[in-house]
């Protein structure tokens, strides 16, 4: 087997190449600089100047592209041409107030939702991790750390599967490896993982159990306050020994949404089909008659909690669309600004 075919290379990929140069699968970033893995050895890579400013943002290199370069005669490095069509893309809106949206991990097969079982435990922050797993093309995987730790597993099973349909859910153990083997065989046949988790949830310690070694520095939860402390600074694919890719990420305490609208209808089936069940189209779920939302909500058949979760996403949802139509009308606006001074500061042809 060849070294790129460990890492998920086949022909499916092969017929996407548009060159005659060497394909290759970007391990780590930094700074625009990329560390790709070839059949010819590990090369650090930058962008074509003819890339570069054909494109931006979004469409730049990200951990886990498959690219296209052309290696520097007598170097280690190379330039790349071009970023192969993506088959998933797992992204965050940027913070702060910017409209933009952050690239986490690309061509992933299984998304591995982590959260560990002590009182960093949320429902809530699950539902979001779930939103974006299913927008991204990827099929998600919770994973509950910590099992050694946790006295009662049920209370916590029950809340997963209250907003997981669905979802295969593997409680581990890093210390006890309890769990690990049923992780491996989900990679199985090449496939690539992403790890989603806030900081101290044993993300690292998953990656170390799972490559047989202390490759990734390990930070506990705080005893304070049960908050995580940062350990992972930046995103890398890691061949794993048993077969089988995997991608750290930082620990996301805070995880703002991008544009998840087909998500949320996929993660809150539940709520869209009893919306489906109203008298009326367009019920806003308030105080028309024959509302089956308030109806579930008033029996039970409908946690509240879980409801107004699903009101705060689809407002988080709106205000983005929003904020990234104004971006967007702002760019047109400045666009034309910049020809008409341009086209000013032009020299008048004396007749």
Known sequence: MTKIEQYGWNSRWQEKITTFSTPGRVTLEHKNIYRVVTNHGEWLCSLSGKYRHQHSGIEFPCVGDWVVVEQMPGEEKGIIHQVLPRTSQFSRKGAGETADIQLIAVNVDLVFLVMSLNDDFNIRRLERYLL????????????LTKKDQCLEMEPFMQQVE????GVPVVAVSAVTKEGINELQNHLSGSKTGALLGSSGVGKSSLINALSGSNKMMVQTIREDDSKGRHTTTHRELILLPEGGLMID???????????????VEVGFNDV??????????????HDEPDCRVQEALRDGELDTARYQSYLKLKRELAHIERKSDAAAQKAERNKWKQLTKDYRKRPVKKR
């Not at 209250?162 to 349909?165: D, H, R």
């Not at 990420?249 to 998500?263: A, I, V, W």
């Not at 869209?272 to 779920?285: G, K, N, Q, T």
């Open 132 to 143: 974006a797993a299913w927008d991204s093309g990827a099929n998600p995987i919770i994973v």
């Open 162 to 165: 209250s907003v997981a349909f």
């Open 249 to 263: 990420t930082p620990g996301m305490r805070e995880f703002q949404l991008g544009d998840y609208s087909e998500g």
């Open 272 to 285: 869209v089909e009893l919306a489906l069940s109203c008298r009326f189209r367009d019920c806003s779920h």
